[in-house]
Structures are given as C-alpha cells and as structure tokens.
C-alpha cells in the first residue's frame, strides 16, 4: 500500500464554543497522571544521591556527568523512535513498552555493581522521555471525539505537568530522606523508583484507553540508522568537547561527521512514503518555530540548572560573587523553581483561553527570558536570586505543557505523536549542546589549583556566569520572537486561513 507523502488536511468542524468541563479533562487524563508522577519521582529522587552513588561505585564525583550524557543520548534517540511508532502501532501500545524498559532500567541501577553496569542500566531509563509526548498524542486523538481537541489538550497537559512537578518535589523529599531511614543503604534506598515504575507498567496497561489512532505507516528502519549514526557522533563529540576541550581536532572530527550523516538522513527522509520524521510538517509554518522553541528551550531548563547549583554554593567571601550556600540551602532555589514550573503550567491552560495558545507561548518566552537577564545585574543577593528563578520558572512550566500541546495541535493528524516527540527531542539535543558549551565558558582558573591549594581556583568565573544567563536570555527572546511567524489561531481548534 503506497501512501501519499503529502500531510492531510486537517479537518473541518472541531470547532467548539461550549465551555470545557474539568469533569471531561479529568476522564482522559486518569492513570495518566500517575505515570507523570511516576516520571518526576524518576526525575527528583535520585538527586540528593548521586554524591552516595559516586561513593558506592567507587567514581569521582565528576564522573557523574557520564550518567546524564547518557541518559540524553539515548532518550533523544527513543523519543523520536516511539513516538513516531506511536503514530503506526498505536500510542498506547508505545507508551507501555517504554514502560517496560524503563522498569527493567531502574530494577538494574539497584542490582548494578560497577560503572559500567549502572551507566548502562541509567541510560535506558531515559525512555521515559518519551511519556509526555505519547500522553499529549492519546489525550489529543481522544479529545477530538469530544469536539474541543484544543481546549482539552491544554488543560491536561497542564495537568499532566503539575503531577510530573509534583512528583519531582515529592522524589527529591523522599530520595534525601529514605536513605538515612535505611541506615545508608543505597540499593535499599534506590528499589522505591523502581517499584514506582513496575506499578506505572499496570497503570498504563490497565487504566490507559487505547485511543485507537493508527496512520497505516511502515516502519523507517534506514531512517533510524541514520538519526542513530547522526545523533551518537553529535553527542560524542559534545563529550569529547567536555573532556578534551575545544581544540581537540576530535571534537570537531565528531561533530562534522554528525551533521554530514544528519544532511544523509534528511535527504532519505525526503524520498520515503512513511519517514520517520516528516520534514514537510516540519517545515510548515505552524510547526517549525515551535520545534526551534523546543530546542532552544533545552538551553535553559536542560543546561542551565548546574551552574545555577554551583553559583548558589560559590563563597563570596573567597571569590566575590556567590551566595556561599550549603547543598541543603540550594534546595531552597530548587523549591522555589519547581513549585514556580508547577505553577506556570497549571495557568497555561487559563492564559492560552484569554490570550490563545500563540500569544501565551511568546508570553512564557519573554518570561524566560526576562527571568535569566534579570541575573546580569541581580545576582548579589538570594532574594535576587529566587525572584530571577520564579520568574523564568512560571514560563518555563508554561512552555514545558505548552510545547507538545502545540505542536498536536499544529500536526496533521496521523504525525501528532511524531509531532509531540520531537519537542522532546530538539529539547534534549538543545540541553546537550547548552551543557558542553556551559561547561566551557565555566572553566576557572584550574591550572595550578591542586598545588596551591587555594579555594577560589576551583570556582569558575563570575564572566562565565554572565556568559550563561545571557545566553539562555537571549535565546528565550529569540524564540519569543520566532513565534510570531506561526499563523494566527493555527495553534487553535479552527486553523486560520493564512
């Protein structure tokens, strides 16, 4: 059976004027928000153990960033993959599988005795990533039955963040806690996620409707070959980049051959009936400053999360600039951005009903960026501090509901999971790219430090600081910017004519 390359018109007569019950946001969304929590306990419960897992491995505390390497590598590689196969096989048939993986993951991170073992077994848990995109892509296919995919689309989505959020919260609190009840037993400590997640595998298996969504697509092996080849040599070389430095003709070697091999992908995608990933939605204009927003957004709430962590520990008095804090006081910081996200996406739905859904996401980008241009000339104090964090937080969150939400709506309707996945994607690459990049600009001054013994040349510079929040700034308001491209009311229940 041959398909048309060509996207389908979306059709006519979604449109609704009826007001959206909560009762029937709350029918769709069910299990779903447990496996959202799920997702956050994943996300926040190991944080407050990495020092104790370092230690129980026998690894130098630097050695920890292999663990998050990995992780987006491999969930910038599964998200895509399911996603789109989402699209074929079915949503939820996708969502439990990654399920299953993620499990099996988290059962071997508390049975893993070496680096090596536990890198692996940390890697895949990375398939959850790709929950919240297979989420939006059921809750859209249902919703279209209802009559109001837009609306109710939202309001979940809000919803399933505020539980992800929650559930960050929660595993954070719990993660630092358990492990002094269980007299430092770390593999004692780590089964809790795991059982979180065999339970989420019932959840989804048991609770989750199929949404009966199915484009007839075949399967794009050749295409995956080439975004795994593509993406592997772009995160070696953002490895590489970290360990070696810029001048290494290695990093660059990795990063040139990444793109070539990307350029091959794009060319087959382009000849394929059923591609993997179908660049003629996303170069359409509704869609295309969407998945750049994604990306760009990854700077900010993939990469910037660190140097805002040693920042907050950074001794004034030594170096100048800091708030000289104790790991517990940075998670006063922490709190209030989570809470601040859990905020922002909870009013998403309310601001895009007033201001529709284009304006709301250039609002939630200025805010972003307002939020870290704000410590270009407010840094000095914790309450500079936490104001400059709330308010990147309340458009973070918004963006982090908004974004998979948008694209569905701006997807033909047999590429909504390929569509919500993405933003998952471009979001991890963008992460990745940010954290090597801010890697660099925070190198202080190491050479000499171990002989001399003085603090301060641990510290990064103040510059490399103010290098960081411009950069997540500025990319903010480009995006902000970019936005502005996307048609009026394309994002909405009934496509403008533009």
Same mark, same amino acid.
């Given at each position: 059976?041959?398909?048309?390359?060509?996207?389908?018109?979306?059709?006519?007569?979604?449109?609704?004027?009826?007001?959206?019950?909560?009762?029937?946001?709350?029918?769709?969304?069910?299990?779903?928000? =447990?496996?959202?929590?799920?997702?956050? !306990?994943?996300?926040?419960?190991?944080?407050?153990?990495?020092?104790?897992?370092?230690?129980?491995?026998? !690894?130098?505390?630097?050695?920890?960033?292999?663990?998050?390497?990995?992780? @987006?590598?491999?969930?910038?590689?599964?998200?895509?993959?399911?996603?789109?196969?989402?699209?074929?096989?079915?949503?939820?048939?996708?969502?439990?599988?990654?399920?299953?993986?993620?499990?099996? +993951?988290?059962?071997?991170?508390?049975?893993?005795? #070496?680096?090596?073992?536990?890198?692996?077994?940390?890697?895949?848990?990375?398939?959850?990533?790709?929950? *919240?995109?297979?989420?939006?892509?059921?809750?859209?296919?249902?919703?279209?039955? =209802?009559?109001?995919?837009?609306?109710?689309?939202?309001? +979940?989505?809000?919803?399933?963040?505020?539980?992800?959020?929650?559930?960050?919260?929660?595993? &954070?609190?719990?993660?630092?806690?358990?492990?002094?009840?269980?007299?430092?037993?770390?593999?004692?400590?780590?089964?809790?996620?795991?059982?979180?997640?065999?339970?989420?595998?019932?959840?989804?298996?048991?609770?989750? %409707?199929?949404?009966?969504?199915?484009?007839? &697509?075949?399967?794009?092996?050749?295409?995956?070959?080439?975004?795994?080849?593509? *993406?592997?040599?772009?995160? #070696?070389?953002?490895?590489?980049?970290?360990?070696?430095?810029?001048?290494?003709?290695?990093?660059?070697?990795? *990063?040139?051959?990444? @793109?070539?091999?990307?350029?091959?992908?794009?060319?087959?995608?382009?000849?394929?009936?059923?591609?993997?990933?179908?660049?003629?939605?996303?170069?359409?204009?509704?869609?295309?400053?969407?998945?750049?927003?994604?990306?760009?957004?990854?700077? #900010?709430?993939?990469?910037?999360? !660190?140097?805002?962590?040693?920042?907050?520990?950074?001794? %004034?008095?030594?170096?100048?600039?800091?708030?000289?804090?104790?790991?517990?006081?940075? #998670?006063?910081?922490?709190?209030?951005?989570?809470?601040?996200? @859990?905020?922002?996406?909870?009013?998403?739905?309310?601001?895009?009903?007033?201001?529709?859904?284009?304006?709301?996401?250039?609002?939630?980008?200025?805010?972003?960026?307002?939020?870290?241009?704000?410590?270009?000339?407010?840094?000095?104090?914790?309450?500079?501090?936490?104001?400059?964090?709330?308010?990147?937080? =309340?458009?973070?969150?918004? @963006?982090?509901?908004?974004?998979?939400?948008?694209?569905?709506?701006?997807?033909?309707?047999?590429?909504?999971?390929?569509?919500?996945?993405?933003?998952?994607?471009?979001?991890?690459?963008?992460?990745?790219?940010?954290?090597?990049?801010?890697?660099?600009?925070?190198?202080?001054?190491?050479?000499? &430090?171990?002989?001399?013994?003085?603090?301060?040349?641990?510290?990064?510079?103040?510059?490399?600081?103010?290098?960081?929040?411009?950069?997540?700034?500025?990319?903010?308001?480009?995006?902000?910017?970019?936005?502005?491209?996307?048609?009026?009311?394309?994002?909405?229940? &009934?496509?403008?004519?533009?």
């Amino acid at each position: 059976m041959n398909h048309s390359p060509t996207p389908p018109v979306r059709p006519a007569g979604l449109v609704t004027h009826a007001p959206v019950r909560w009762g029937a946001v709350a029918s769709i969304v069910g299990f779903l928000a =447990l496996v959202e929590i799920t997702s956050g !306990i994943l996300q926040g419960y190991y944080t407050p153990l990495m020092t104790d897992i370092a230690r129980h491995l026998g !690894i130098h505390d630097a050695d920890v960033n292999w663990f998050e390497a990995a992780q @987006l590598m491999v969930s910038a590689l599964a998200v895509p993959l399911l996603a789109s196969l989402g699209d074929i096989f079915g949503h939820k048939r996708m969502l439990l599988i990654s399920a299953i993986v993620t499990a099996a +993951a988290s059962w071997a991170v508390v049975f893993a005795g #070496s680096f090596t073992t536990f890198l692996i077994a940390w890697a895949f848990q990375g398939f959850y990533a790709v929950w *919240l995109p297979l989420e939006i892509a059921i809750i859209f296919s249902r919703s279209r039955k =209802l009559g109001a995919p837009g609306p109710i689309t939202r309001r +979940a989505a809000g919803l399933l963040v505020g539980a992800l959020e929650l559930g960050v919260i929660g595993g &954070a609190l719990a993660g630092g806690a358990l492990i002094g009840v269980f007299g430092g037993n770390l593999a004692l400590t780590m089964v809790v996620p795991a059982v979180a997640t065999t339970l989420c595998i019932f959840a989804v298996g048991f609770g989750v %409707p199929d949404d009966g969504a199915r484009s007839g &697509a075949k399967i794009d092996g050749g295409g995956f070959g080439y975004l795994a080849v593509g *993406l592997l040599l772009l995160t #070696s070389g953002l490895s590489f980049l970290r360990i070696n430095g810029p001048s290494s003709p290695l990093v660059w070697g990795c *990063l040139v051959l990444g @793109l070539a091999v990307l350029y091959v992908f794009y060319r087959h995608e382009n000849k394929q009936d059923d591609p993997l990933i179908d660049f003629k939605v996303l170069f359409a204009r509704s869609m295309w400053p969407l998945q750049l927003t994604a990306g760009l957004f990854g700077v #900010s709430v993939l990469g910037a999360q !660190i140097p805002m962590s040693t920042f907050a520990r950074t001794d %004034p008095a030594v170096n100048g600039y800091g708030l000289g804090m104790s790991a517990s006081g940075v #998670s006063i910081i922490i709190g209030a951005y989570v809470l601040s996200l @859990l905020i922002g996406a909870l009013l998403f739905p309310v601001a895009a009903r007033l201001l529709g859904t284009r304006m709301t996401l250039v609002a939630a980008n200025t805010l972003v960026g307002i939020g870290y241009l704000m410590f270009l000339p407010l840094h000095g104090s914790l309450t500079q501090v936490l104001t400059n964090m709330i308010v990147a937080g =309340l458009g973070s969150g918004a @963006l982090v509901a908004a974004l998979p939400a948008a694209a569905a709506a701006a997807a033909p309707f047999n590429r909504t999971g390929m569509a919500t996945g993405l933003t998952n994607a471009v979001k991890t690459i963008g992460g990745s790219f940010a954290s090597a990049i801010f890697g660099l600009a925070l190198i202080g001054q190491v050479a000499g &430090a171990a002989s001399e013994g003085a603090a301060e040349n641990f510290a990064a510079p103040l510059a490399g600081y103010m290098i960081v929040w411009a950069i997540c700034g500025v990319t903010a308001i480009v995006c902000a910017l970019a936005l502005l491209a996307v048609p009026r009311g394309a994002l909405e229940d &009934a496509p403008a004519n533009v």
